[in-house]
Antibody, heavy 119, light 108 residues
Framework: EVQLVESGGGLVQPGGSLRLSCSAS????????MNWVRQAPGKGLEWVSF????????YYADSVKGRFTISRDNAKKSLALQMNSLRAEDTAVYYC????????????WGQGTLVTVSS | SYVLTQPPSVSVAPGKTARITCGGD??????VHWYQQKPGQAPVLLIY???VRPSGIPERFSGSNSGNTATLTISGVGAGDEADYYC???????????FGGGTKLTVL
C-alpha cells in the first residue's frame, strides 16, 4: 500500500524557519517524481515545488522561490521542504504528493501537515 | 502564468448529473486532471488526461475537454459525492503545475 506521511508542521513566527518531512513507503521512491502542494485554511490547492526522481530537476512556485528548498533522499525514502523567511500567507496544510514518471499529475497524496505562521 | 477558472459551487439533486467546468485559454489543447477532496481529507486523483479513471474510481465519473472548457461529469450523484473538486494541468511555458480554484458540489 502506498503511504506518504508528512511531519514537521507547527507554529512559527513570521521570518522564522521550518523543515517539513515526508516519509514514503509501499513503492519504489526512486521511480517517482515528488511534490509539495499546500492549502491555506478554507482555500484551494496551490502547487509549491517539484523534484525529479534523481533530484536534478527542481521547480518552485513564484510565491516561494528563493525562500523554500525541496530535497529528497531516495535511500531513506524521504522528501523534505526547508522553509525560510516564513510569512503569514504561508500558513497552510502542506501535502506531499507523488507523480508517476514524467507524468504531470499527482496520483497519491499524504494526509498533510499544518504550518501556522503567526506571532 | 496560466489561469484555470472554476465555478465556486454547483448544486444537484440526488440521482441527477452534475457537470463541473474548468475554463482556460485554449484548454482543449492541454491535458487536464481532476481531483476530489472531501472535508478534512487529502485530495484524491479522480480523472487524468481528461478521461482516464484510476483504479477504484467509479465509471460515474467522466471527463471531457474542448475549446476553452474542460468538464467533469458525475452521473447518478449521491450524498457521498459532496466534496470539493479541482481541475489541474501542467503549464509548459512556466513549468508550473496549476490548479483551478475548486468547486464545491452540494447534493440537494
Amino acid at each position: 500500500e502506498v503511504q506518504l506521511v508528512e511531519s514537521g508542521g507547527g507554529l512559527v513566527q513570521p521570518g522564522g524557519s521550518l523543515r517539513l518531512s515526508c516519509s514514503a513507503s509501499g513503492f519504489t521512491v526512486s521511480s517517482y517524481e515528488m511534490n509539495w502542494v499546500r492549502q491555506a485554511p478554507g482555500k484551494g490547492l496551490e502547487w509549491v515545488s517539484f523534484i525529479s526522481r534523481s533530484g536534478v530537476k527542481i521547480y518552485y512556485a513564484d510565491s516561494v522561490k528563493g525562500r523554500f528548498t525541496i530535497s529528497r533522499d531516495n535511500a531513506k525514502k524521504s522528501l523534505a521542504l526547508q522553509m525560510n523567511s516564513l510569512r503569514a500567507e504561508d500558513t497552510a496544510v502542506y501535502y506531499c504528493a507523488r507523480s508517476p514518471k514524467e507524468e504531470p499529475f499527482f496520483d497519491y497524496w499524504g494526509q498533510g501537515t499544518l504550518v501556522t505562521v503567526s506571532s | 502564468s496560466y489561469v484555470l477558472t472554476q465555478p465556486p459551487s454547483v448544486s444537484v439533486a440526488p440521482g441527477k448529473t452534475a457537470r463541473i467546468t474548468c475554463g482556460g485559454d485554449n484548454i482543449g489543447s492541454k491535458s487536464v486532471h481532476w481531483y476530489q477532496q472531501k472535508p478534512g481529507q487529502a485530495p484524491v486523483l479522480l480523472i487524468y488526461y481528461e478521461t482516464v479513471r484510476p483504479s477504484g474510481i467509479p465509471e460515474r465519473f467522466s471527463g471531457s475537454n474542448s475549446g476553452n472548457t474542460a468538464t467533469l461529469t458525475i452521473s447518478g450523484v449521491g450524498a457521498g459525492d459532496e466534496a470539493d473538486y479541482y481541475c489541474q494541468l501542467w503549464d509548459s511555458s512556466s513549468v508550473h503545475w496549476v490548479f483551478g480554484g475548486g468547486t464545491k458540489l452540494t447534493v440537494l
